[in-house]
């Protein structure tokens, strides 16, 4: 489980080695939502490429050590108590669009749009997090959980995004 007071340890510990970084997934919708709203098995973020030895290392001594290594696609970092960090690495282009290697559909890169780069809080501190759109977008294409259903229905109810065709008559 990854408790806000972690979520923002680990912001903390990255930003001060300079490291930029967006929140994803779960806590990336509480961040735009500006509270918790259910309880978080991960904390998906976003960062760049060129980063990720500064966040391994970061992330060492915070506890996590390399569980799941997927590079340059992805790379799960797990704690001994069950923390998990899951890393969406990404390499910017001249427009500032960040490319996830073989995440897209069918092994193509995943794209992340400048405009899909936002702020927004975790326990009233301000955390860099993915657009409600783009939330969106990186949660079309598969079958959702149920608490995929519910983090989308929450974005649907705040922000009035549309939600895919699987998500059934929320998305209407």
């Not at 500064?54 to 069950?82: F, H, K, M, N, W």
Request: hydrophobic share 35%; proline share 5%.
């Amino acid at each position: 489980m990854v408790t806000g007071e972690e979520v923002l340890r680990v912001v903390e510990s990255l930003t001060q080695r300079g490291v930029r970084l967006w929140l994803d997934g779960g806590w990336g919708v509480d961040a735009l939502l500006g509270s918790q709203h259910r309880v978080h098995d991960d904390l998906d973020i976003v960062v760049p490429l060129v980063d990720v030895g500064t966040v391994i290392s970061t992330l060492e001594q915070l506890g996590y050590g390399a569980a799941e290594d997927y590079l340059p696609t992805r790379l799960v970092l797990r704690a001994c108590d069950g923390r998990q960090v899951d890393l969406h690495p990404v390499t910017f282009d001249e427009r500032g669009t960040g490319w996830q290697a073989n995440a897209g559909p069918g092994g193509g890169g995943c794209a992340y749009p400048a405009s899909g780069f936002t702020s927004g809080t975790v326990a009233g501190t301000p955390v860099g997090c993915l657009t409600p759109d783009l939330q969106v977008v990186h949660h079309d294409g598969y079958e959702p959980t149920e608490k995929d259903r519910e983090d989308l229905d929450r974005l649907h109810q705040r922000f009035g995004v549309t939600l895919p065709e699987q998500f059934g008559e929320r998305g209407a």
